[in-house]
């Protein structure tokens, strides 16, 4: 279910995405409304789940996580069983940054974030080692043209 947010609330949203160390009174500033109403703003977008969560973003470059790797995977397995085994496997390699079941050809997509090559093989090789997969391809970021986290609000 959509939530309900005005012009206010996607100011803050947006500064926000963009920087979540602002300080309520320079959010405040931004939205143009005292720091008490801000604060409440806020409060109300985080209870409501707008805001998810805040977090820092790390550089994967810097911390030598540089090869980005899209995993594309099938099944002949769609059993509620295999997927629980499959998804629970998933969550337990610290390398997959994002996991997607899809519509289409391939079941379930994975963004995988490692070192090289080699250290990719060794991800590879734990998650097959965990669950039976029919079919696995790996395509190998050359380089990163857009990436953000900043949703269009």
């Known amino acids: 279910m959509e939530e309900k947010f005005d012009d206010t609330d996607r100011v803050l949203l947006r500064a926000l995405q963009a920087d979540g160390t602002l300080s309520l009174e320079s959010l405040a500033g931004r939205a143009d409304i005292s720091t008490n109403t801000c604060w ?8 409501t789940g707008l805001i998810a ?25 769609h059993s509620a069983g295999w997927l629980k085994r499959f998804a629970d496997a998933v969550r337990m390699i610290p390398e997959v940054v994002e996991f997607y079941r899809m519509a289409g050809e391939v079941d379930y997509l994975l963004k995988v974030q490692a070192r090289s090559v080699h250290d990719y093989d060794r991800v590879y090789k734990d ?21 953000t986290t900043e949703l269009p609000v």
């Open 40 to 47: 409440r703003r806020v409060k109300r977008l985080e209870e």
């Open 53 to 77: 969560r805040r977090v820092a973003l790390l550089d994967a470059e810097k911390l030598g996580l540089g090869q980005t790797i899209f995993v594309a995977i099938r099944t002949n397995d």
């Open 127 to 147: 998650l097959i080692a965990r669950v039976n997969i029919s079919d696995v391809s790996a395509t190998f970021a050359m380089e990163c043209m857009k990436n």
